[in-house]
């Protein structure tokens, strides 16, 4: 058996959620030596740490998602596609994982081997996505994004199996996307965290006592991963000089960045997209992790935060309620109640007992989520379909 991994740049740095899964999952297949070759469009630091980490990784610059130079990309996709092939025949590969739907259109069923692709998304609304928005006929660019959408971003039409990250995600996967229920399985995403070296230096960078509180909250610096919330819950704790709040991650939108670190500079800290080693310091040097995503298909940084026994705080919203039990290894509270969360933070912050409680849950409930059970699942479903 050999895997073919292709997996699309997410973002500028590269170091996000699903880039850190696809490691987990190729450190656990050289473990088990098991063969791949993951197709990587990028040659950034992600691309060169992969390389540092023995992670057999192949730069192939395939064009992004864009419908932008629409019949040009489909010139290009052509040239892909046989540079894959090729790659497929001079490895011996048995089995193709993607882990965007749109990266299926570089493939071609007629090459029979057997395609799953991975689900990361999940919607609290999962209006079906159409071929043609009457609508929209005043508006052909959009027009034909939506289109381009519908037949290509997210077509799981070639895909033998869809792995969906979690109920979230497989709801997503059948009312917005229209994959058949039999087709998808789901298998939650998982973690190994091999060091938990403390970095000294953090502390003294950012200027954090010991005796100081760590608030910690990791993704995107977008709306929609709860930066703003994460930072106005900040304001709420501007008299506590002892309470440091930290948001890791890098961004979309430069203009966006720029003017949430400018307004919210002497609350929260921004240190910008981190390696994977540097993130780990992170959740080390942290008390607790305050998670405010909008909507969320799983929430990976939410079990690496297990792994270091931080209760989390997020909002109670599909995706991250399946991962967060209310109570249990922290809090899942009513969408946009910021009080709510304030007296939340505050309770846990000022009650050590409830704290070590909620802490230990946390950690055992890593458990759940090791990359040993996800490639366990990932290799049944790999073998099931050879059959």
């Not at 740095?13 to 469009?41: M, Q, S």
């Not at 730069?59 to 932008?68: G, Y």
């Not at 960045?257 to 921004?270: E, P």
Request: net charge positive; with cysteine.
């Amino acid at each position: 058996m050999k895997i073919l991994i292709i997996q699309e740049k997410r973002s500028k740095n590269g170091f996000e959620g699903t880039l850190r899964h696809l490691i987990y999952c190729c450190k656990e297949l050289n473990k088990r030596n098991i063969d791949y070759v993951v197709l990587y469009n990028s040659n950034d630091k992600l691309y060169k740490y992969m390389l540092s980490q023995n992670i057999n990784v192949v730069h192939l610059p395939f064009p992004a998602k864009t419908v932008k130079n629409l019949f040009h990309r489909r010139f290009e996709v052509f040239k892909i596609r046989k540079k894959i092939k090729k790659i497929i025949e001079i490895n011996n590969i048995t089995h193709i994982h993607v882990q965007n739907a749109y990266i299926l259109d570089f493939l071609e069923k007629k090459w029979n081997i057997k395609i799953t692709a991975h689900c990361y998304s999940a919607f609290i609304k999962n209006e079906p996505i159409k071929y043609f928005y009457p609508k929209l006929l005043m508006d052909p660019r959009l027009l034909l994004h939506k289109f381009y959408e519908k037949l290509i971003v997210f077509n799981y039409r070639k895909a033998d199996r869809v792995i969906a990250v979690s109920k979230a995600a497989k709801k997503t996967l059948i009312e917005k996307y229209g994959v058949q229920k039999e087709k998808i399985k789901i298998i939650y995403n998982g973690v190994t965290i091999e060091n938990k070296k403390k970095n000294i230096n953090l502390r003294k960078k950012f200027n954090i006592k010991k005796s100081d509180k760590v608030i910690l909250s990791v993704g995107r610096v977008t709306k929609e991963k709860g930066v703003e919330d994460f930072c106005e819950v900040a304001k709420k704790f501007k008299n506590k000089s002892n309470i440091k709040f930290i948001f890791v991650g890098g961004y979309e939108d430069e203009n966006y960045a720029k003017y949430i670190k400018n307004r919210y500079k002497d609350l929260v800290i921004f240190p910008g997209a981190m390696s994977i080693s540097k993130l780990l310091s992170f959740y080390y040097t942290s008390d607790l992790f305050l998670f405010l995503s909008h909507r969320d298909s799983f929430g990976l940084v939410l079990v690496e935060a297990m792994y270091f026994k931080l209760p989390a705080i997020v909002w109670n919203v599909t995706g991250l309620s399946e991962v967060v039990t209310n109570n249990y290894n922290g809090y899942c509270c009513s969408f946009g109640k910021l009080n709510i969360v304030q007296k939340k933070l505050k309770f846990l912050l000022s009650n050590k007992k409830a704290y070590q409680k909620i802490s230990l849950n946390a950690f055992k409930k890593k458990d759940l989520y090791t990359i040993s059970i996800h490639v366990d699942k990932f290799l049944k479903l790999i073998f099931d379909l050879s059959k």
